[in-house]
């Protein structure tokens, strides 16, 4: 009895269906096996690990669904050497992320397959930090005239030869793919995904209502960064835009990073929504100033050449703050939009909450700063900060 057993004591813990005050996170190996009251815990038990965290608040390991790259990994340079998927794992870690879905853009044909079959050897390998739990392909079937910043000769019309070899290729891990249902033949598209284990994710897209009600009713249930890259809302003409908010059973991405999104619209969202529905998502890209001639950066947002703007440099621990400040959202449901809300719509069944049973994937962000203070993933412990000087 004792053994590999680690006891987290913590100012609370957002588990995060409840708020749990002055908490302790009982682990064994690599699973929860209890969580309440610190005065509930046993600190006598012989070869047990305490870990004091106090001056720190515990919330599940948050899950990034839509991330492109960061940490000087880009998912779109996967084939290049030098270019390494335990980077971006690294560097997730560091920032209270314990799963990911690395996301690729719309790229040529063979590049794409070739991209995504390396993305997946990547994958099958050991990482430091954060670990990746599929792929999420964001086009390459989305509307030329919604690309954003993507390459609009890389989006095109559905193709099911095409899709047959990303799906091969994929070698079963992709997870969501980002499609457009207002193209030829999306209902029969989102039926294959669904055969496939892949969730069918609305995006890029200028789909009027017909068309989002055709594609929820053939089984989409996901939406892609809601706003950006859909129809503007307009109170007489109604789109998919209205459609995503006012259906229940819609789960939508929001990014969190105050310029993708007005703070008020992030606001109006979370009202409108059910709690369970909201995902939170980061959109981050590999940035450093000057690196690539084809972005920019200026006010704090980046750019492409063409002043289109392309993702973000922020990580989720950022959107969590975030949220709690642009939203009404009480902490346990804010932390929700980062954990229980993705793992859900994943289907990741053992992530997303700190309840017996579960992964031990616990980020603890410190109390004063909101900083991430340490990272624990599968139980073992990924990332904690340096102590202040």
């Known amino acids: 009895m004792g053994k590999n ?10 588990t995060p269906h409840v708020n749990i005050p002055n908490a302790g996170i009982l682990c ?5 096996i209890g969580i309440g009251g610190a005065s509930a815990f046993s600190l006598d038990e012989p070869g047990l690990e305490v870990i004091d965290v106090t001056d720190s608040y515990a919330i599940p390991g948050l899950i990034d669904s839509h991330i492109h790259g960061g940490g000087s990994f880009d998912t779109e340079l996967a084939l290049l050497p030098g270019q390494d998927l335990k980077n971006l794992s690294a560097h997730l870690a560091s920032r209270g992320v314990t799963s990911f879905l690395p996301t690729l853009v719309s ?17 099958g390998q050991p990482m430091p930090g954060a670990v990746p739990c599929g792929l999420h392909l964001e086009g390459p079937f989305i509307n030329v005239h919604k690309c954003g910043s993507q390459n609009p000769d890389a989006c095109v019309d559905i193709d099911f030869g095409y899709f047959q070899e990303l799906i091969d290729a994929g070698g079963g891990k992709i997870k969501i793919v980002t499609f457009a249902p207002e193209l030829e033949n999306s209902e029969k598209l989102i039926g294959i995904m669904l055969d496939n284990g892949i969730i069918p994710s609305m995006g890029h897209t200028l789909a009027n209502a017909e068309d989002a009600l055709r594609a929820i009713d053939a089984g989409a249930r996901r939406c892609t960064h809601l706003f950006n890259g859909f129809p503007p809302f307009h109170h007489r003409i109604s789109s998919i835009t209205d459609v995503v908010l006012s259906r229940n059973d819609v789960s939508v991405e929001v ?9 008020r619209i992030v606001d109006i969202t979370a009202r409108i929504k059910p709690n369970d529905k909201v995902i939170g ?9 000057g690196q690539n001639p084809n972005l920019f950066s200026r006010d704090g947002k980046i750019y492409t050449a063409g002043g289109i703007m392309a993702g973000t440099a922020m990580t989720l621990d950022t959107g969590w703050i975030h949220l709690r400040t642009y939203s009404r959202m009480p ?9 229980s809300n993705p793992a859900l719509d994943l289907g990741l069944i053992t992530r997303g909450e700190l309840s017996p049973g579960k992964r031990a994937d616990i980020t603890f962000f410190d109390s004063a700063t909101n900083q991430v203070s340490m990272t624990i993933s599968n139980g073992i412990m990924v990332y904690k900060a340096a102590e202040p000087q």
């Not at 790229?107 to 994958?123: G, I, N, Y």
């Not at 902490?331 to 954990?339: E, H, P, Q, S, V």
């Open 107 to 123: 790229m040529p044909r063979s590049a794409m397959v070739k991209t995504v079959a390396r993305l997946v050897e990547m994958m």
């Open 255 to 263: 990014i969190l990073d105050g310029a993708h999104l007005e703070p």
């Open 331 to 339: 902490g346990n449901l804010a932390a929700a939009c980062f954990t």
């Open 281 to 289: 998502v980061s959109n981050s890209i590999q940035f450093e100033e």
């Open 28 to 32: 064994e190996e690599s699973k929860i």
């Open 5 to 14: 057993r680690k006891l987290y004591l913590a100012d609370y813990c957002l």
